[in-house]
């Protein structure tokens, strides 16, 4: 589902930026077994790239602080518009989150020009929290953004 085809004012919907879900399906029964929540944060320039993972973490740990994050609620909403499969085990897992704080894992997409990539993003993120982060990062380099 693509959350920008419900933005508002051409801006994109508040709060993390993609949710993965992985399916245990067992005969006819569909089962979550884990859920990836992904926030990205893209920088052209070098000048945001140091805290671009810290603000990144940051956002995923207050949307995940919520008893249901936005996004959650936004996919729910979803899957039930469309009559989806998914929507029971998904309201399943939102109603016993609690349950499932092993199975959540957290992920932050870097994107950035090649050039400007240096390490001060992940120096920053193990300084704000005290230690690397389990289960986190992905990067990613474009080689020219511009073309």
């Known amino acids: 589902m693509n959350k920008l085809e419900y933005s508002l004012n051409n801006k994109a919907l508040?709060?993390?930026?993609?949710i993965g879900i992985k399916i245990k399906k067992i005969k006819d029964n569909q089962s979550i077994s884990e859920i990836c929540y992904l926030e990205s944060k893209l920088r052209t320039t070098s000048s945001g790239l140091p805290s671009s993972a810290t603000i990144a973490f940051k956002q995923l740990i207050k949307d995940l602080?919520?008893?249901?994050?936005?996004?959650s609620t936004f996919l729910l909403k979803r899957l039930y518009e469309k009559g989806d499969s998914l929507f029971s085990p998904f309201y399943?897992?939102?109603?016993?989150r609690e349950d499932f704080k092993d199975s959540e894992v957290l992920r932050i997409?870097?994107?950035c020009e090649t050039g400007i990539w240096n390490d001060k993003p992940l120096e920053k993120?193990?300084?704000?929290?005290g230690c690397y982060p389990r289960k986190m990062t992905v990067m990613?380099?474009?080689?020219d953004f511009n073309k």
């Open 65 to 71: 602080g919520f008893k249901i994050p936005t996004i």
């Open 109 to 111: 997409g870097l994107v």
């Open 125 to 129: 993120l193990v300084e704000s929290m």
């Open 92 to 96: 399943s897992y939102l109603k016993s």
């Open 140 to 143: 990613q380099q474009l080689s």
């Open 14 to 18: 508040p709060g993390t930026d993609v």
